[in-house]
């Protein structure tokens, strides 16, 4: 299936980019996907204890199932004053 993928803050400067296009098994997670990332970068391994995920603008947990079409976000914490 296909899914948007969504970068915020440093992980979009890790990847190079704000928005992917990705294909995701059947019975897929947002856990899923962005394992699939963390193969392709990385760094972005070091964000994964703190970031928050959102499908289709709604906060969500990593072990979301996902659908067709649906857009992943995934979102450093966020800091400053």
Same mark, same amino acid.
């Given at each position: 299936?296909?899914?948007?993928?969504? =970068?915020? !803050?440093? *992980?979009?400067?890790?990847?190079?980019?704000?928005? =992917?296009?990705?294909?995701?098994?059947?019975?897929?997670? !947002?856990?899923?996907?962005?394992?699939? =990332?963390?193969? +392709?970068?990385?760094? *972005?391994?070091?964000?994964?204890?703190?970031?928050?995920?959102?499908?289709?603008? +709604?906060?969500?947990?990593?072990?979301?199932?996902?659908?067709?079409?649906?857009?992943?976000?995934? *979102?450093?914490?966020?800091?400053?004053?």
């Amino acid at each position: 299936m296909h899914v948007n993928v969504r =970068l915020f !803050a440093r *992980l979009k400067d890790i990847a190079g980019t704000g928005e =992917l296009a990705r294909q995701a098994p059947p019975g897929a997670t !947002a856990r899923t996907v962005w394992d699939t =990332l963390v193969n +392709e970068f990385a760094q *972005l391994r070091d964000y994964e204890a703190s970031i928050s995920v959102a499908v289709n603008e +709604e906060y969500s947990r990593m072990d979301v199932a996902i659908a067709d079409g649906d857009e992943i976000a995934f *979102l450093p914490p966020v800091s400053g004053g």
